[in-house]
């Protein structure tokens, strides 16, 4: 069971592509500068992060007061994890720089012992590891260790590492069920998996072994929360929900879980690390686990977007088919973390059920939290707005109908940017004998097979264009299996090679094209991508009788601009005929779908008269113009949906 399939090396994927280089470019040029600007407190309008602030007190150089959240010291970390993974694909020393400068601050901080967390430096380090449920020491440890091997990796430079490892191993001391240890785990999980990472790079066992103590751990009686909570009198937030623990995820045993359950970006991450220990110890119980959680996520509680998460109380999954679309909260976060626990899954079974949520949550759920201009984000991601019932319903004072320039609690923003700058590590992978296009994104790709140096040319218009050209390109012949992704959505597809009809195979939802490979041979795949009209299991109650659009990966949505109010009046049928055509200059460049609709119409109501008896509905006819649901809300607030009522 041990993991055959990895990531090429970020430095090895070149992205050029009019989609994914818009975005690439944006997060390096853009983002990356304008979130260092609100890490240091520069950006009017914007509320004061304090985190490179709460660095600077905690090392001695001004004094003050910790501000922001507990775990502010993690939004500096993914800041600088982005900027590794962007100067892999593109060297720029002035970026470099000010990330070099950040990490000399982070270092300044930094305990005789290794201790690096700023809100106990600052208010007091006799408290440190009191708090494990929700104080997030851990957490943070987990995101300076991801930052740190990242940085490593892409520039050679040891001194964030090193510092990450100092505070690992002083963490590795005190945790565990030894005498004068500490026997708990952390409330917010995603050290599990940044543990395997510097095991990875490391080589050093006691690093995976206390990912394993935390996993195993958890949820075991007695159970370490309890008495936490006991031992220091702390209040518990939860005393009045179902879920209690199981908020954590630390209700129950790991190896006893079989729903998602809690709050949902600590749940895949601690999924995500759970499938790095079941990879790295052949543990074939814990990878069904991760498993059977997976298809309860994506069979019973994820939207169509790749949203998951519905619950504002708690940010948290519910039930199954519990889906609404105008309160759920679907943090861009949380689909993050979906995408890391699908990868890693991927990994281990080379299945293309999770590459084809990769996709989903890529296209549409995560590239949502960010305006097209790189300096706004939604941390809640709706599939039905309207922005009188943002402002006057408690219910879903948690919706924003127009994004925001940063966050009290910023996790979303520097996450988008890590994930974004490393997209290629999702889009390629191989295994000793096998290169797998993930996704159809267009570039230069290097990649040593078999000893052999082979570089693929990747040529697309994806998603907007149904063709997908793949040029080899080598010293020698070399015999490999070509591995490209059918994606779920497309019920056809032609696959040529140099021109003809190729001979493949399907295997787990990728077509293999096996041979001796030459310089000039070339893969051409034709993915058909008509406008497709979705329903959902009847069991989704919120979405009896609507539907939903899409075209090829992209979901589509109504948007007040193009269609005016009361969206939820408008009618398709199961036959409308759909226009696309791609127009350039709108919302970034993006193919607009257009088609005839019926529109219930106010006639024969009286202003006042709330209910008459029943009598056939008049409708409207109207054009209704669709554009990708990830652009929403870039034309000012207004109303949005997704799911249409459908007539069959």
């Given amino acids: 069971m041990k993991k055959s399939i990895d990531a090429l090396p970020l430095r090895n994927v070149v992205v050029d592509d009019p989609f994914w280089k818009r975005y690439v470019e944006l997060v390096r040029g853009t983002v990356l500068p304008y979130q260092w600007d609100i890490l240091n407190d520069r ?230 690390g759970m499938a790095d220990v079941a990879a790295e110890t052949n543990d074939e119980e814990l990878l069904e686990v991760c498993c059977r959680l997976w298809d309860n996520i994506t069979g019973k509680q994820m939207y169509i977007t790749g949203a998951i998460g519905v619950g504002a109380h708690g940010e948290s999954f519910t039930f199954d088919y519990d889906l609404p679309n105008d309160t759920v909260y679907g943090e861009t976060c949380a689909s993050i973390g979906l995408v890391f626990f699908a990868i890693r899954l991927f990994e281990l079974t080379g299945d293309s059920k999770y590459t084809d949520v990769i996709e989903r949550a890529l296209y549409n759920g995560i590239i ?71 996704l159809y994104i267009g570039g230069k790709i290097q990649a040593d097979i078999d000893g052999a140096a082979v570089i693929f040319h990747v040529q697309t218009e994806y998603p907007w264009k149904d063709k997908v050209r793949i040029s080899v390109e080598a010293n020698a012949p070399v015999g490999f299996s070509l591995a490209v992704r059918i994606p779920g959505w497309c019920e056809k597809h032609c696959l040529k090679l140099n021109g003809t009809a190729a001979r493949y195979r399907i295997h787990r939802g990728y077509a293999y094209v096996s041979r001796v490979w030459e310089s000039g041979d070339t893969v051409e795949l034709t993915l058909d991508m008509p406008v497709a009209i979705v329903g959902a299991d009847p069991r989704v109650k919120e979405n009896v009788g609507k539907a939903a659009v899409m075209r090829g990966p992209i979901v589509y949505c109504l948007e007040q601009a193009d269609n005016g109010t009361g969206l939820h009046r408008y009618f398709i049928d199961s036959r409308t005929a759909f226009d696309s055509s791609f127009e350039p200059g709108f919302l970034g460049g993006t193919v607009v779908l257009r088609c005839r609709a019926k529109y219930l119409s106010g006639g024969g109501w009286e202003d006042g008269q709330l209910y008459r008896p029943g009598r056939s509905p008049e409708f409207e006819e109207r054009t209704a113009t669709w554009i990708p649901y990830y652009a929403w809300a870039n034309r000012g607030p207004g109303e949005m949906l997704v799911w249409v009522h459908c007539r069959l």
């Fill in 368 to 438: 949502s939290g960010i305006s097209l201009n790189g300096t706004e984000f939604f941390y809640v991601n709706p599939l039905e707005a309207d922005p009188e019932a943002c402002e006057k319903d408690y219910g879903k004072r948690h919706v924003r109908p127009e994004r925001q320039k940063w966050f009290d609690c910023a996790c979303c923003p520097p996450n988008f940017a890590r994930l974004v700058s490393s997209v290629g590590n999702y889009a390629y992978s191989q295994s000793a004998d096998t290169f797998f296009v993930n």
């Fill in 43 to 272: 950006v009017e309008g914007a509320g004061p992060s304090c985190c490179i602030r709460n660095f600077r007190i905690a090392a001695g150089e001004i004094r003050g007061s910790f501000g922001g959240m507990v775990f502010q010291d993690s939004d500096v970390y993914k800041w600088i994890e982005a900027v590794a993974y962007s100067l892999c694909m593109c060297p720029d020393a002035k970026l470099e720089a000010l990330a070099d400068g950040a990490i000399d601050i982070i270092c300044a901080a930094q305990q005789p012992d290794g201790y690096l967390n700023t809100y106990y430096i600052i208010n007091g380090l006799e408290k440190r590891f009191t708090f494990l449920r929700d104080h997030h020491e851990l957490y943070c440890l987990g995101h300076l260790i991801e930052a740190a091997v990242a940085y490593y990796r892409s520039t050679g430079k040891r001194k964030l590492l090193d510092a990450a490892i100092r505070f690992a191993d002083c963490v590795c001391g005190i945790f565990g069920t030894g005498e004068n240890q500490i026997p708990g785990y952390p409330g917010h999980e995603i050290i599990e998996l940044a543990l395997v990472k510097l095991y990875r790079l490391t080589g050093d066992k006691k690093y995976l072994r206390l990912a394993v103590f935390f996993i195993d751990r958890r949820g075991q009686e007695p159970l370490y929360f309890r008495e936490e909570t006991e031992r220091y009198n702390r209040d518990f937030y939860w005393h009045d929900t179902y879920f209690r623990y199981q908020y954590y995820q630390a209700g129950k045993p790991v190896r006893a879980q079989t729903a998602a359950e809690g709050h949902a970006v600590r749940a895949v991450y601690l999924y995500s």
